[in-house]
T-cell receptor, first 115, second 113 residues
């Protein structure tokens, strides 16, 4: 079975500081992995995806994530936080079951950015 | 370029009432999904439709029904609403490709008193 664990339900950083949001997955086969961002009162927006090409994936808004098979991790980073990065972030793994593809989401990490 | 459109955006119901949440996508996607989002639990899949004419249960289907009306539209029905169904509901769609992301609507915020 595939699942996703996001370490830390809340993360707080100063503006200009490094952002690190952690995601670990369990999968019996090479996974497809995604990071989504959700701003208040909005739907989920795709930040980036890993689909077995380059292990370092660059996304929108300056975010990137590195796939590490040995650690079963797909952590999200941004070198310098901006106030507009305050949102909730979800890691997800694609699961193929019963002939269909589904997304399994982590519980989410709420990022706060303070001046 | 609307993407995934959900209606209504907000709704308040009384226990026992019924209602249908509407979802439409204009990206010609084969697959469509309904999720509910509750604090600290991420998104949980209620039902999905891999293609027009097919539907299947997800993690939390009890108390819900769905209809894939055509390729564009996928509705979610609550026959007899319960307070436990108070949540934010998201519709999503995706192409048939396994490695492609899902695209989400802005959600329906549903409160059941």
């Amino acid at each position: 079975a595939q699942s996703v664990t996001q370490l830390g339900s809340h993360v707080s950083v100063s503006e200009g500081a490094l952002v690190l949001l952690r995601c670990n997955y369990s999968s019996s086969v090479p996974p497809y992995l995604f990071w989504y961002v959700q701003y208040p009162n909005q739907g989920l927006q795709l930040l980036l995806k890993y689909t077995s090409a380059a292990t370092l994936v660059k996304g929108i808004n300056g975010f990137e994530a590195e796939f590490k098979k040995s650690e079963t991790s797909f952590h999200l980073t941004k070198p310098s936080a901006h106030m507009s990065d305050a949102a909730e972030y979800f890691c997800a793994v694609s699961r193929f079951s019963g002939g269909y593809n589904k997304l399994i989401f982590g519980a989410g990490t709420r990022l706060a950015v303070h001046p | 370029n609307a993407g995934v459109t959900q209606t209504p955006k907000f709704q308040v119901l009384k226990t026992g009432q019924s209602m249908t949440l509407q979802c439409a996508q204009d990206m010609n996607h084969n697959s469509m999904y309904w999720y509910r989002q509750d604090p600290g639990m991420g998104l949980r899949l209620i039902y999905y439709s891999a293609s027009e004419g097919t539907t299947d249960k997800g993690e939390v289907p009890n108390g819900y029904n769905v209809s894939r009306l055509n390729k564009r539209e996928f509705s979610l029905r609550l026959e007899s609403a319960a307070p436990s169904q108070t949540s934010v509901y998201f519709c999503a769609s995706r192409t048939g490709s396994f490695n492609q992301p899902q695209h989400f609507g802005d959600g329906t915020r549903l409160s059941i008193l």
